[in-house]
Structure formats: structure tokens, C-alpha cells
């Protein structure tokens, strides 16, 4: 069993940055993918960006290429969502989630067998 929590989310401005680190109990993280997903008001769960266990092989979403980077330090079983250039439609739920060793890093919630509870980001114009 592994339990995650993400922090770091708040009220920025468009244009700012904001840092999202998501911890680990129960379980190394060593040997999961992990990934972010959003959910904005209305909308369903999108996948943002997911990064493999070794942190060699990382997939973002098109709408976050450029601006926002995956990362992870396996020996503090942290993964982290670094945000720049923020717009107002990332205002969103985000969640950090981790999955079972697969051939291929998952890019689908159905993909993804622990979860988060999520941190909120709103992004002003």
C-alpha cells in the first residue's frame, strides 16, 4: 500500500510558478511510475505529466509541454510538479498518483492504482 499526499497548491497570478511536492508512506516509491493528473470544475481528470521509476523516461501533456516539469528524488520518496508560465485554465484540483511497474508509463487514471487526495491551484488573470 502506498499513501500519497501533495502540497503546495494555492493562488497565483497568470504567468507565476508554483511547486507541487507529493510525499510517499507505506511503500518505496522505487519501482512505481508516478504521475499528475487535474481535474478543473466541470471537467474530467486529465493527465499532466508522468515520470518512470529510474526518472530516465518522463510524457507530459500537450497543454503543459514547455512549462511544467516532473521530477522525483526516490531516496526521499517525493515526486514534485514544477509549474512556470501558469494560465488561468490550470486552475484545477491536482493529484499525484502512482502506478504498478508496466512495460509502458501510464497516461490514463485507469492506468494508476493509488491516489492522492489533491491540492487545489488557482491561477487569476
Known amino acids: 500500500q502506498v499513501q500519497l499526499v501533495e502540497s503546495g497548491g494555492g493562488l497565483v497570478q497568470a504567468g507565476g510558478s508554483l511547486r507541487l511536492p507529493c510525499s510517499a508512506s507505506?511503500?518505496?516509491?522505487?519501482?512505481?511510475?508516478m504521475g499528475w493528473f487535474r481535474q478543473a470544475p466541470g471537467k474530467v481528470l486529465e493527465f499532466v505529466a508522468v515520470?518512470?521509476?529510474?526518472?530516465?523516461?518522463?510524457v507530459y501533456a500537450d497543454s503543459v509541454k514547455g512549462r511544467f516539469t516532473i521530477s522525483r528524488d526516490n531516496a526521499r520518496n517525493t515526486v514534485a510538479l514544477q509549474m512556470t508560465s501558469l494560465k488561468p485554465e490550470d486552475t484545477a484540483v491536482y493529484y499525484c498518483?502512482?502506478?504498478?511497474?508496466?512495460?509502458?508509463?501510464?497516461?490514463?487514471?485507469?492506468?494508476?492504482?493509488?491516489w492522492g487526495l489533491g491540492t487545489q491551484v488557482t491561477v487569476s488573470s
Open positions: 498518483a502512482a502506478h504498478l511497474p508496466r512495460r509502458t508509463l501510464a497516461t490514463t487514471e485507469y492506468e494508476y492504482e493509488y
Open positions: 507505506g511503500d518505496t516509491l522505487s519501482a512505481y511510475g
Open positions: 515520470i518512470s521509476w529510474p526518472g530516465s523516461d518522463v
